[in-house]
């Protein structure tokens, strides 16, 4: 019905009769003619949503505390991007990094992907801080707000302005927090103390980060919630491929249920269990409904198995019709704990952290790179030696001020630090430090090439082999 008058209505307006209706809601956020579609989902406070908000609730006070932890004096995690670094763990890693910083970002994507392929989607229902923060902060605060009929129900009351104007208040003192909480993962927790304190003239710049930051985190609370997860997220356009028929996923058991039937059962109507009372859709925060099978959508998120739970036992079914299982299992297939990606993906893992746990081992306290500049490959003087002139990127990795030595390991060449300031380096500092390198010119004599080697070492007893490649007179 609703379709003709769809197509009626298309035809009144000219020129629209080549436009096709929509067949069903292309997205569960959005009404047919593509205006917002606002999700109130009912709250099914059931034995999945307790255990949820218990892993809810201490994820966020986690979140809170991490930036304020420190390892041996270091933050736990730093993403420091106006410094150039990053500090996991108390470790710092820097740009120059790019091995290790490959590594762990590899380490990092195998294990989402080995986790979806086991787990399906545990990472969106039950730690991704848009469910944490949209289901167990910011919904209960419009079911405040709002009222509801019985527990969690329907919305009892719109609300009222001065009522809507306290809730945007309580949105932006939540969103603010939040938003230097979210900061201190990437400022100094000092240096984000002494912006809070002092004027914003003063550091304008870190003030619109911040205000932006703010203005992000009330549009997604307020304005985009569920969208974000629909339309933004990659990672759940992705699930296709990482998932398999294997993945525990919140399933719903149509082998059980269908064909589903309102209303009373009796035996050998033939009817599956589903009453088809609606309660798996209305509690859905993504407004989906789980019996049309694994959708994109689904962030697995275990209300539909709460409320549908309630439902069977009410009718006296066993619980469970909707409930985490794999498309296998469901259509009565063994679960098989050993396949190609649980073997396969358990492996490059293993070979990542192997590769970073070394890497991470043999590092040595400071980087030394040797450049060579553009210009006269050397000079020739009238004593019969030649100069080659250098650069040596120098990286301090310590977490102390370090000064740095160098010095020839052969006697026929000479090494001078051209700027010897520059050889005292800050922790985490890194400089190009001229070098003018001279040598006896029969030395290259034939290739017109020489390798020398040096030693360069700091205070703290690391010390690296480097090598010079002279060029001079053939
Ligand atoms: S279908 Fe079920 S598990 Fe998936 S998002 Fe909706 S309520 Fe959550
Ligand atoms: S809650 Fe259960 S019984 Fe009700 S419609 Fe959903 S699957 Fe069917």
Same mark, same amino acid.
């Given at each position: 019905m609703e379709d003709l008058n769809r197509t009626e209505m298309n035809k009144t307006v000219?020129?629209? *009769? !080549?436009l096709l209706d929509a067949p069903e809601h292309v997205l569960s956020t959005m009404e047919r003619d593509g205006s917002r579609r606002w999700l109130r989902p009912r709250l099914s406070m059931g034995a999945w949503w307790q255990r949820r908000r218990i892993v809810a609730y201490l994820l966020m006070v986690v979140f809170v505390l991490v930036p304020h932890l420190r390892i041996g004096g270091k933050?736990? =995690? +730093? %993403?420091d991007i106006a410094g150039r670094e990053f500090t996991i763990l108390g470790r710092t890693f820097l740009p120059t990094d790019t091995l290790l910083l490959a590594l762990l970002m590899l380490t990092v994507f195998v294990s989402i992907v080995l986790v979806t392929a086991i787990a399906g989607r545990a990472w969106c229902g039950w730690a991704c801080p848009q469910t944490v923060y949209m289901e167990f902060l910011f919904r209960p605060i419009d079911r405040l707000f @709002?009222?509801?009929? &019985? $527990?969690?129900? $329907? !919305?009892k009351r719109s609300v009222s302005f001065p009522l809507q104007i306290a809730r945007f208040a309580v949105y932006v003192l939540l969103c603010g927090f939040l938003a230097h909480t979210f900061l201190a993962y990437f400022v100094r927790t000092d240096q984000l103390k002494e912006w809070v304190t002092s004027s914003p003239i003063e550091h304008p710049v870190a003030f619109v980060v911040m205000a932006a930051t703010l203005g992000l985190m009330l549009f997604d609370f307020m304005f985009f919630r569920e969208q974000l997860c629909l339309i933004a997220c990659p990672y759940g356009r992705f699930q296709s491929v990482m998932l398999d028929e294997q993945s525990l996923i919140v399933a719903y058991d149509h082998v059980r249920g269908e064909p589903r039937k309102r209303g009373k059962h009796t035996s050998g /109507? &033939? !009817?599956? /269990?589903?009453? /088809?009372?609606n309660q798996c859709v209305v509690v859905c925060p993504t407004g989906i409904d789980i019996r049309n099978g694994l959708q994109m959508e689904c962030v697995n998120c275990t209300q539909c198995i709460d409320a549908c739970d309630v439902v069977m036992e009410r009718v006296g079914s066993p619980k &469970? +019709? =909707?409930?985490?299982?794999?498309q296998d299992s469901i259509a009565g297939k063994a679960m098989k704990m050993f396949r190609a990606r649980t073997i396969v993906y358990p492996l490059i893992l293993l070979l990542l952290m192997s590769g970073l746990v070394f890497a991470i081992s043999t590092k040595s306290g400071f980087d030394a790179r040797i450049i060579r500049p553009g210009g006269a490959p050397f000079t020739m003087y009238p004593d019969g030696t030649a100069s080659n002139e250098f650069r040596i990127r120098l990286v301090n990795r310590t977490s102390e001020p370090q000064k740095y030595g160098l010095v020839s390991e052969s006697d026929d060449v000479t090494i001078e630090v %051209? /700027? @010897? *300031?520059?050889m005292s380096l800050e922790p985490g500092q890194s400089v190009l430090v001229p070098v003018h390198v001279t040598f006896k010119g029969s030395m290259t004599r034939g290739s017109g090439r020489k390798v020398v080697p040096a030693t360069i070492s700091d205070k703290s007893d690391n010390v690296r082999e480097v090598e010079f490649s002279l060029l001079g007179p053939r």
């Open positions: 000219p020129g629209n *009769d !080549a933050p736990v =995690i +730093l %993403l @709002e009222g509801t009929v &019985g $527990k969690g129900g $329907k !919305a /109507d &033939g !009817a599956g /269990d589903c009453v /088809d009372c &469970g +019709l =909707i409930r985490y299982s794999s %051209l /700027d @010897e *300031d520059k």
